[in-house]
């Protein structure tokens, strides 16, 4: 991402954390948050070929938008880094996180 974006990667990653997000809406898998208002130096391709396996946690970048891998599955986005928040666990009440970044 830091040869795509002309920046560092402690820019990368700086500039990535340094922005308030608006979740757009979730979907793709349960709890997973598509976030709005990422910098434009940060805008990505997704992958050419998907990972047959992302880590839950994951935080990622696809286009125009970031997002959190709720579950360990397949995905296309580039990866920036790991978030110890558990965004969805479907033996809690609600298994949603109304708001996990508060």
């Not at 990653?13 to 130096?41: D, I, K, M, R």
């Not at 805008?43 to 938008?65: D, F, K, N, T, W």
Request: no cysteine; glycine share 12%.
């Amino acid at each position: 991402m830091a040869r795509h974006s002309g920046l560092s990667e402690k820019q990368v990653v700086e500039l990535h954390a340094s922005v308030e997000y608006v979740v757009w809406f979730l979907g793709f898998q349960p709890g997973f948050p598509y976030l709005g208002n990422l910098p434009e130096p940060l805008h990505m391709p997704r992958r050419a070929e998907p990972r047959l396996q992302v880590p839950a946690g994951s935080v990622g970048i696809g286009g125009a938008q970031t997002g959190i891998y709720p579950l360990s599955t397949p995905g296309g986005w580039q990866l920036i880094g790991l978030t110890p928040l558990k965004l969805f666990d479907p033996m809690r009440e609600p298994p949603g996180s109304a708001t996990p970044w508060r």
